[in-house]
Structures are given as C-alpha cells and as structure tokens.
C-alpha cells in the first residue's frame, strides 16, 4: 500500500472538507462535487445537510437567480443539481425544518403569476421531490394553508403536475388523508373559482381541465371522481366551458371539457348514484351541446392534401361526439337526446366531414349503442334515415365523391344487417334498394376485404391448374420449398461411409444425394462421411476400459486430421 499511496494526491474538495472553515462557494467550485453528491460522500454529506448550506442553496435556486448576475446563476446552477442529487439527508433536513420550507413555498406566495421558468422549473423539480421522499413531514406543512397556494399559479402546467402528485392516492394511508383532507377543503370550489374569473386567453381554464382529467386517471379509490361528479360541482362546471364556446380560446375549454365528461361516464369505479347525478344534470345541458355540435366558432380554413375545408370539425367537436356518444349507453337519457335531436346533429357531421376518421370511429360506435337500444333503433331509421343516406352515400363513392366514407360505411352497414338477427324487426326498414346494395356492393366489398394483402401461401403441391393438377417431377429439388412426407427408410448399420468429396470438385453433385432426395429416403447428409445416422451416434465416445484423457498425449499434436 506504501507504493500507491506516494502517488496520492488528495482533490481540492477533500482539502476543503477537511479543514476547519468551508465556504459553500468554495464546495460549489470544485470539478468534482457533484460526482461526490451522488457517490453519497459522508463528509459532503454532513457538510451540505446542515441548516445554513441549505438555506443559501435554497436562496440561490429560488430568490437570488433573478438578479442577473453571473456568478449567482452559476452558483444557482450548480446548487439546483445538488439537489437533483437526491441526497436523503438534505430532503430531511429541509421538511423538518420550518425556516426551510417557509424559503421553498413562500416564492409562492410573495411571486407573480406566472413565475419565471428559472424560478417554476426548479421549484417544482424540488417540492416533486419532497413529495416523494418525505410525504409525511410535507404534506403536513401543506396542510396549514399552504396548498391552496399551487392553485394560484395555476397558469403553469408544472403547478398543475404537482396537484396531481398530492392526489395521486394510491395504498399510502398519508396521501390519502391528505386528499381527503384537500377535497373537504373546497379543492374543487377553487377550480371552479379559477374557470370563472380567467379570461378565456388564459392557460388557467385549459390547465384546470388538464388537472381533473389526470387526477381521474391516477386516482384508484375513485372518491375524487365521485367529488367531481357531484351537482355542485358539474353545474359550475358546464356553464363555465359552455359560456363562450363560439370563440376560438374557448374551444380548447369545450373540447377538454368534453373529453372529461367523456372519461366520467366511461369511468368503471364511479358509482350509480353519482353517475344518475351526472346524467341527471347533462339532460339539462343538452339544447347548448346541440349548439357546440352546430357552430365551431371562429377556426381557421384547413388545407389537406387534396382539399381545403372553410368550416373545420375542430377538436372541440369531435369531443362532444364522443362524449354523446356514452351518453347514449345510459338508458335513463334517451328521450332527451331523441328530444332534442343530438343523435341527428352527430350524424350530419359524420356525412358532412367524410375525411376525419376520428368522427367516423365515434359514429360508428355510436350507431352500434343505439342497435342495442330498441327506442334508439327506431329513431336511427325514422329520424336520422341511415338507410338511405348510406345508399346516397354510396352513389357519391361510386362518383368519385366521399371516399373517405367507404371503410365505415361498409361497417356501419354490416352492423345493421347483422342486427337483424337479434330484432328480425329491422328488416322492415330494409327497402328494395339497401337489398340490392346489400347483395351486391357490400358483399363484394366484403370478399374483397376478406382477402389477405398480397394473397394466400402458396402451396407447390396442391397447385391446379385449367388442365387438372400440376406434376411437381418436372421441378427440380431446389425449387420445392417443402418436399412430401414419406416413410424413412431403415439403413443397414455395416454399409461402409462414403469417401471425402472436394466442395469444389466437378462430381460434387453425381457423390452425393440431393436434399429432395435424402429427404425423401430418409437419410441425412454429412460432409465428412455419408453414414448411417444411427450407428454414429449410437456409438460410445469412451468405450469401457479406456482413459479420454492419456496422460502421455500431446495437448497440441502437430497437423492434426479433422476427419479423425
């Protein structure tokens, strides 16, 4: 060890630590600081968790960035990864200690909305990370009115992240208290405050909805989607995204509103009495959805590559279809949407925008719902007249109009054939014309879909052909993929092996049997001996009474014979 040690050199930051006065600047400056955080250096360790380290880090990363000096973004820099290190003592250090969490969350409070990025991006990197590591300690800081500061801030989508991460409950009994704790604590009224007092420019209205579709997702126990599908809450809600929705900011509310609604009824844990609710208070928003379907408000001319629509669907419509069309699974809401004619709405936009294969998915689909309803199919063929516009339809298909319909079309049109079977009654809607459509055009789609893409394998010895079956003698082994099953052959074990043939000699093929041919008899080929396979390796490697292993033998001979 005395050789390798008068080679050593200690680092600038082992000098540092290991004097009496360290400066946190001078740690900062060393090449090599961050490698010792996450190699969890103890000395460094000891050094950087200590009250007042922390504190001027924290000031650095979150106060003092913003004077523009070099040397202080350097040192924020700097300090921002050190806590991206991870070091658990420093997390600890920081939840328990109030003075600390006061500098963390009080940017919150004394900040504009919306914060700098060099101040949001490194505050929510932080307070991510005391979510995770120290759940307990933080979440009870947050709880003396400190959580409601997030949602002042809610113009970040990065501030909506973190509300999620404080709701994201999953097994952990903390969590779980705390969203219960946030939820009676009128969580949802500040949503509903935020959507109202934003101007629909904002981010905020946008980010809202963003925010309640995440925590639908990530939310296991389903007591936040029972909150939101409350009256006192949806109520406030549908009239904020339905306010305006003729302008284009507010498209993006509807449509994210929508697809909202969308999830809560397509939701398996939100119970019946919460979903009747829902369902209860959507019938009474109805006329207003029948408007979002009609007018997209002011959007932009759209080009394709082979067309240009003046009007657009726009995202905020497609949402709304889909939103109606789960609608439509709930029995209890059929004579509203026959009522105020949703159904018709959604199929004019269906007919009407022939290239959106998003809308013509929800149609589909919404058209499948309304077969399984009897009230729903009657209105499907008396008001909304499917028979006849999928025959109008296909006229305009077969004159190079519509093609986009085609693939729908023929499913929608197999659904409603196929209906038959489990209420014959629809058959009396059939006219003479969807019969004739339905023998002809759609079963010739069919086959022709039924096809596989570039056609069946094709098998060398079933091939027929006008004149009768094809003598596969007149093919030469090499061209038969798969040669016929056929008995092999028994050989007998004394015929002697064949002679070594060249690979490049001119008898090559005449010395031994082809592939087809060995196949076929049931032999198998070596190139160093054609033997019988049997006897080979029937054959004991170390016969009784021998040594493998000599103990005279050459572990290198000189020349030695592959073949032997």
Not at 3 to 9: A, L, R, V
Not at 162 to 175: K, P, S
Not at 200 to 225: C, F, M, R, Y
Not at 534 to 543: E, L, T, Y
Request: with cysteine; glycine share 6%.
């Amino acid at each position: 060890m005395a050789f390798f040690t008068q080679f050593y050199e200690e680092t600038a930051l082992q000098k540092l630590l290991g004097s009496n006065s360290i400066k946190l600047e001078d740690v900062l400056e060393c090449d090599d600081v961050l490698q010792e955080c996450k190699m969890r250096n103890t000395k460094l360790a000891e050094f950087m968790s200590k009250e007042e380290t922390v504190s001027q880090m924290l000031r650095y990363v979150l106060w003092d960035s913003k004077e523009g000096n070099d040397t202080i973004i350097n040192y924020a820099y700097l300090s921002s990864e050190v806590f991206s290190c991870e070091m658990e003592v420093i997390y600890e250090k920081i939840s328990t200690t109030d003075s600390l969490l006061q500098l963390v969350f009080g940017v919150l409070e004394t900040g504009s909305s919306p914060l700098p990025a060099h101040i949001s991006m490194p505050l929510v990197k932080l307070v991510r990370r005391l979510i995770i590591l120290q759940p307990e300690n933080t979440t009870a800081y947050l709880k003396n009115g400190r959580a409601n500061l997030f949602l002042n801030h809610l113009d970040s989508q990065e501030m909506g992240s973190l509300i999620v991460l404080l709701l994201a409950t999953e097994d952990d009994q903390e969590e779980l208290a705390f969203c219960e704790w946030w939820l009676k604590n009128g969580l949802l009224d500040q949503f509903n405050h935020h959507l109202k007092t934003t101007d629909a420019d904002s981010e905020v209205p946008l980010n809202v909805v963003n925010v309640l579709k995440a925590i639908i997702d990530h939310n296991d126990l389903g007591q936040v989607t029972d909150a939101i599908l409350s009256p006192s809450f949806i109520t406030p809600f549908m009239d904020t995204i339905l306010k305006t929705c003729g302008t284009n900011p507010r498209c993006m509310v509807v449509r994210g509103g929508m697809e909202l609604i969308a999830k809560l009824l397509d939701f398996n844990k939100v119970s019946m009495s919460a979903l009747s609710s829902l369902v209860q208070v959507l019938g009474t928003y109805l006329p207003k959805i029948v408007i979002v379907l009609k007018d997209p408000g002011k959007l932009e001319p759209t080009e394709g590559p082979c067309y240009t629509l003046a009007q657009p669907l726009g995202g905020h419509r497609l949402s709304t279809v889909h939103m109606v069309c789960n609608l439509a699974k709930i029995p209890t809401i059929t004579d509203s949407l026959v009522k105020y004619k949703v159904l018709e709405v959604c199929a004019d936009l269906f007919f009407a925008y022939d290239m959106n294969s998003l809308l013509h998915n929800h149609f589909a689909a919404l058209v499948r719902v309304m077969l399984e309803n009897t009230q729903l199919t009657g209105h499907l063929f008396s008001d909304l007249h499917i028979v006849d516009r999928i025959l109008a339809a296909s006229k305009q298909i077969e004159a190079g109009k519509g093609k986009g319909l085609v693939g729908h079309l023929t499913m929608i049109s197999n659904q409603i054939n196929a209906a038959t079977i489990a209420n014959p009654g629809i058959a009396k809607y059939f006219t003479k014309e969807w019969k004739e459509y339905s023998a002809s055009t759609l079963s010739a789609k069919n086959k022709r879909d039924g096809f596989l893409l570039g056609g069946s394998m094709p098998n060398y010895f079933e091939m027929k052909t006008e004149a009768g079956p094809v003598d596969i003698s007149q093919y030469d082994d090499a061209d038969i993929p798969v040669a016929p099953k056929a008995e092999a052959k028994p050989m007998d074990a004394s015929e002697p092996a064949a002679e070594w043939t060249d690979f490049g000699s001119a008898d090559w093929a005449d010395s031994v049997e082809s592939p087809g041919a060995m196949l076929s008899t049931g032999r198998s080929f070596s190139p160093a001996a054609n033997t019988n396979t049997d006897a080979a390796f029937s054959a004991d490697p170390f016969p009784p009474n021998t040594d493998p292993f000599p103990a005279n033998a050459d572990p290198f001979p000189t020349n030695p014979d592959p073949v032997s």
